[in-house]
């Protein structure tokens, strides 16, 4: 069984006075307080949801 790619991100701006979208996304990806890091993994869907908070997450890490 190979690895699974995974992505480490931390939220870094609030989702105070943001859109439901972007507060619904912050939440599926498992952040809804600053600071809070997850290690998720590297799917299509994930990327797409960190590409849409971008201003409001960072990535920590990307591990193989």
Do not use: C, F, W, Y
Not at 1 to 24: C, F, H, L, N, W
Not at 27 to 56: C, Q, S, Y
Request: charged content about 35%.
């Amino acid at each position: 069984m190979a690895d699974k790619k995974t992505v480490t991100i931390r939220q870094t701006g609030s989702p105070i006075r943001r859109p439901k979208e972007q507060r619904d996304t912050l939440i599926g990806l498992g952040l809804n307080k600053m600071g809070r890091v997850r290690t998720l993994e590297d799917t299509p869907a994930v990327r797409g949801m960190i590409r849409k908070v971008h201003h409001m997450v960072e990535i920590v890490e990307e591990s193989k």
